[in-house]
């Protein structure tokens, strides 16, 4: 059965963490730091729904090994950055039109004593 119209049907991943290395300064890059990240995937679920059809939705199970390795590699100075590249690498996946990304960085150094430092971004396809 077709779509009827936009859904908000959502598949969530909260509180991955990955252990990174990310960061403008040299001590972030060479010691690392532990990151957490959030994803939030709009897509419709109903044909996935209707027919209990893992091949019309999204593996979450895959998607955050994805997500977990995407932290994991390459070292970038921004966080903007890698929520960039999470949030095209969850877009690559068939049903998902927009997507919710946040990379939290509990342990930023920053001059004051803080909770989490985090950056959300929202992409969707055109």
Same mark, same amino acid.
């Given at each position: 059965?077709? !779509? *009827?119209?936009?859904? *908000?049907?959502?598949?969530?991943?909260?509180?991955?963490?990955?252990?990174?290395?990310?960061?403008?300064?040299? &001590?972030?890059?060479?010691?690392?730091?532990?990151?957490?990240?959030?994803?939030?995937?709009?897509?419709?679920?109903?044909?996935?729904?209707? !027919?209990?059809?893992?091949?019309? +939705?999204?593996?979450?199970?895959?998607?955050?090994?994805?997500? &977990?390795?995407? /932290?994991? !590699?390459?070292?970038?100075?921004?966080?903007? +950055?890698?929520?960039?590249?999470?949030?095209?690498?969850?877009? !690559?996946?068939?049903?998902?039109?927009? /997507?919710?990304? +946040?990379? &939290?960085?509990?342990?930023?150094?920053?001059?004051?004593?803080?909770?989490?430092?985090?950056?959300?971004?929202?992409?969707?396809?055109?």
């Amino acid at each position: 059965m077709p !779509s *009827q119209g936009p859904t *908000q049907d959502r598949v969530t991943i909260i509180g991955l963490r990955a252990y990174g290395r990310h960061g403008v300064f040299e &001590h972030e890059r060479r010691v690392g730091q532990e990151f957490v990240v959030d994803v939030e995937l709009f897509c419709d679920l109903r044909p996935a729904a209707d !027919s209990d059809d893992l091949s019309l +939705t999204v593996d979450y199970g895959e998607l955050a090994q994805r997500v &977990h390795d995407a /932290v994991a !590699s390459d070292p970038v100075d921004l966080i903007e +950055t890698v929520a960039q590249r999470i949030a095209s690498l969850c877009l !690559s996946e068939q049903p998902v039109r927009r /997507v919710r990304v +946040t990379v &939290h960085k509990p342990q930023a150094p920053v001059p004051v004593q803080v909770t989490d430092i985090a950056v959300t971004i929202e992409r969707s396809r055109p």
